[in-house]
């Protein structure tokens, strides 16, 4: 068998001394440039031939399709997308078609972001469908089965991450990566704290939502998660402003830049406004950051807050000191204008 593989591969060697010459000039001469070829299911390995001619990945179609058949490259190449440094050599091609090692694509997903917002970042940077992302995204069966609790949507366990992703994939693959970082990341120590504060995981999930959507400062979500908690034990509504956003989303697909006194009373049940304790399931993904606050709040005795200029909270425990630092902002917001 040795003598086979050795003789086959001088075989190869003396029939192709100018694709030899170009592999090694290709090694030598690598730019930083790379050229994306998009392979269908189906496709013969003529068409891939010529397709990756037209991109400027090979030069020499007729030795490249002989040197596949040698190898048996031209019957076993995996359909998808692809990302070929200019300059690789016609045997890494080959190398790279038969494995299957297909482009990969870098998304990232900040925190807070609601199903139709991360549909369109989706949209823009992996050139999914905003509408098949939301629609895989809100099947509620899918998020069920793989979340194993009775939610709506996959909304809020959607992990906020960097991925890695191939170019090819679907919105139901990248909803199925996403749903399973959440769950990856989700620390089995979690549970124990679930108990001690008699929340079940989407009432926890939940509860972060709504703190990633009130934080500006970092070192604040453990205050605002104190809050919530306090407003929760005594039966007080939580007047949260990202709930009234979620149900603005829903009702006409965007949030609004900024809420007036009308938007207060939109009929929802995600209006905490108007509905007391927590919405029916989050209104956004939240962080790890504020995943641990909604789980370790701070001890504090505020039931208020409000933000200044700068994004920052006045935190009070009474109405009468929360109406003090509202028109103590409202002035220094007012000395501050030109």
């Not at 100018?18 to 592999?23: F, G, K, N, R, V």
């Not at 030795?63 to 058949?69: D, E, G, H, V, Y």
């Not at 979620?246 to 007036?260: D, E, N, T």
Request: charged fraction near 25%; glycine fraction near 6%.
């Amino acid at each position: 068998m040795k003598r086979v593989r050795s003789t086959r591969a001088q075989r190869v060697r003396s029939t192709f001394p100018a694709l030899s010459a170009l592999s090694a000039l290709s090694a030598c001469g690598t730019s930083q440039k790379a050229a994306r070829v998009i392979l269908p299911a189906g496709a013969s390995f003529s068409a891939v031939t010529d397709s990756l001619k037209a991109h400027g990945v090979i030069t020499h179609p007729s030795s490249f399709k002989l040197l596949a058949r040698i190898r048996g490259v031209d019957r076993s190449v995996h359909a998808g997308v692809y990302e070929f440094p200019m300059g690789t050599a016609p045997w890494k091609v080959l190398t790279m078609l038969a494995r299957g090692e297909k482009a990969a694509l870098r998304f990232t997903v900040p925190e807070g972001l609601t199903i139709p917002e991360v549909a369109s970042l989706a949209g823009e940077k992996l050139g999914i469908p905003p509408d098949s992302f939301v629609a895989a995204a809100r099947d509620s069966g899918a998020a069920r089965a793989q979340l194993g609790m009775r939610v709506p949507s996959f909304e809020g366990f959607l992990r906020p991450e960097t991925y890695l992703l191939p170019a090819d994939i679907k919105a139901p693959e990248l909803v199925r990566v996403m749903a399973e970082g959440f769950r990856a990341e989700w620390a089995p120590a979690w549970d124990a704290r679930l108990d001690s504060l008699k929340m079940s995981r989407l009432a926890l999930v939940t509860l972060a939502s709504i703190v990633e959507g009130e934080a500006r400062a970092d070192e604040e979500r453990e205050t605002i998660a104190g809050v919530y908690h306090n407003r929760l034990r005594i039966g007080m509504p939580l007047q949260a402003d990202p709930t009234v956003q979620y149900a603005i989303i829903l009702k006409r697909g965007k949030r609004k830049p900024r809420l007036f006194l009308k938007d207060y009373q939109i009929t929802s049940p995600y209006n905490t406004y108007l509905n007391r304790g927590l919405p029916p399931a989050p209104v956004n993904s939240p962080g790890r950051r504020s995943i641990e606050a909604a789980l370790y709040p701070a001890d504090v005795r505020f039931l208020y807050f409000v933000a200044g200029a700068d994004g920052r909270h006045v935190f009070s425990r009474t109405y009468n000191e929360h109406l003090r630092a509202i028109r103590k902002i409202r002035r220094d917001s007012g000395a501050a204008r030109p």
